[in-house]
């Protein structure tokens, strides 16, 4: 249990920066608790695991800095771990989403091994049809930085890396921006126009390099 908390404390600060507790939003998926049952059948994925089932899995948060999942065999081995900080299941599919990479896969798990794809733009856009998606690459080389315009009161954005970059630890934050984020590194949802800085820690630096949105 206290594994759990601690875990999870991690993962709210991945994403709590200006934003108060009461501003985290919910997206239309739930995230597979700690200690929950999985199971992967006929290409399927499920959380229906009953007392007939043998073969399941369970999931676990690993302790540490940039915590992240790991499912364990109903016998206690350990099976995989998905590197992602948010797993759900969708039309039979196990969706993961990667704080640090900023990005959604799909996960199968076949002949023992597990694999991984990246979600193409129109899957994402498929779970997320409120969100306007933004990508690293489209930020000016030279500022970093990009403008947007805000077409609706709530602004719903998710950022998407298509670089080689990492982004562990980074965060939103802003001066005169208003804004709510989500227990997804990358998204937020804008309530007022303004400069928004996506850093880490607030730094600019080579290897950490901020990403700046002027929401117009």
């Not at 992240?68 to 081995?77: D, I, P, Q, V």
């Amino acid at each position: 249990m206290r594994r759990f908390f601690v875990s999870l404390a991690i993962l709210c600060g991945l994403v709590i920066s200006s934003a108060e507790a009461k501003d985290i939003l919910s997206i239309p998926y739930k995230n597979i608790k700690e200690s929950a049952k999985v199971k992967f059948s006929d290409g399927i994925w499920s959380t229906k695991v009953d007392k007939k089932d043998f073969d399941y899995f369970v999931k676990f948060i690993s302790d540490g800095t940039g915590s992240y999942s790991e499912f364990f065999k109903s016998s206690g081995a350990f099976a995989f771990t998905t590197g992602c900080q948010y797993e759900f299941i969708h039309n039979g599919s196990l969706i993961g989403y990667s704080n640090q990479d900023l990005k959604f896969y799909e996960f199968m798990y076949i002949d023992g091994e597990l694999t991984k794809r990246a979600l193409a733009d129109d899957e994402i856009n498929e779970l997320f049809p409120d969100f306007e998606i933004i990508k690293i690459s489209e930020f000016s080389p030279n500022t970093n930085s990009l403008k947007i315009k805000k077409t609706r009161k709530n602004f719903k954005i998710i950022i998407l890396n298509d670089t080689d970059k990492n982004f562990y630890h980074y965060s939103f934050t802003s001066g005169n921006a208003k804004f709510k984020t989500y227990p997804l590194a990358g998204f937020i949802n804008v309530t007022k126009k303004g400069m928004i800085q996506f850093s880490h820690f607030g730094d600019n630096t080579e290897s950490n390099p901020w990403f700046v949105l002027l929401i117009r």
